[in-house]
């Protein structure tokens, strides 16, 4: 059965349904493989549907190129699942803000997350509105 019945047979499913109707908002974060998200991301988004509906995101990426094609490839999965993810994006790259084994993230970086996050609170708040009209 597809997920966007809602009819869900399994208890994992179900138990991850029941805890992600618990949130309001989301922050992923997410490593780049092969330009895209890593399949177990993609996967647990996949299993649900309302649940995810009308609820807001912020999206963190890591990567050699910071994770931006994973974060865009997101954002397209997000917005089938009516997830409002916010403009701003946490961006770390492998080279500038790991010293491996150790993540030390620039200045500028950091400053992105601090950014997205702003936005998902205050989308988190307005999407509050929406999901009680429906």
Same mark, same amino acid.
């Given at each position: 059965?597809?997920?966007?019945?809602?009819?869900? %047979? /399994?208890?994992?499913?179900?138990?991850?349904? #029941?805890?992600?109707?618990?949130?309001?908002?989301? +922050?992923?974060?997410?490593?780049?493989? /092969?330009?895209?998200?890593?399949?177990?991301?993609? /996967?647990?988004?996949?299993?649900?549907?309302?649940?995810? /509906?009308?609820?807001? #995101?912020? +999206?963190?990426?890591?990567?050699?190129?910071?994770?931006?094609?994973? $974060?865009? @490839?997101?954002?397209? +999965?997000?917005?089938?699942?009516? +997830?409002? @993810?916010?403009?701003? $994006?946490?961006?770390?790259?492998?080279?500038?803000?790991?010293?491996?084994?150790?993540?030390?993230?620039?200045?500028? %970086?950091? $400053?992105?997350?601090?950014?997205?996050?702003?936005?998902?609170? $205050?989308?988190?708040?307005?999407?509050?509105?929406?999901?009680?009209?429906?």
């Amino acid at each position: 059965m597809p997920a966007g019945y809602g009819q869900y %047979s /399994n208890e994992h499913t179900k138990a991850w349904a #029941a805890k992600i109707a618990e949130f309001d908002g989301f +922050i992923f974060v997410t490593g780049e493989y /092969n330009h895209s998200v890593p399949a177990a991301l993609s /996967n647990a988004l996949s299993f649900l549907s309302a649940e995810w /509906n009308n609820k807001a #995101a912020g +999206i963190v990426g890591y990567g050699s190129a910071s994770g931006v094609r994973a $974060t865009e @490839h997101l954002r397209g +999965i997000l917005s089938e699942l009516q +997830i409002a @993810h916010v403009q701003k $994006t946490g961006m770390f790259g492998l080279f500038t803000d790991f010293e491996y084994p150790t993540f030390k993230p620039t200045e500028q %970086s950091a $400053t992105t997350v601090d950014a997205m996050l702003e936005q998902v609170v $205050t989308w988190t708040k307005a999407m509050e509105t929406v999901r009680k009209g429906n």
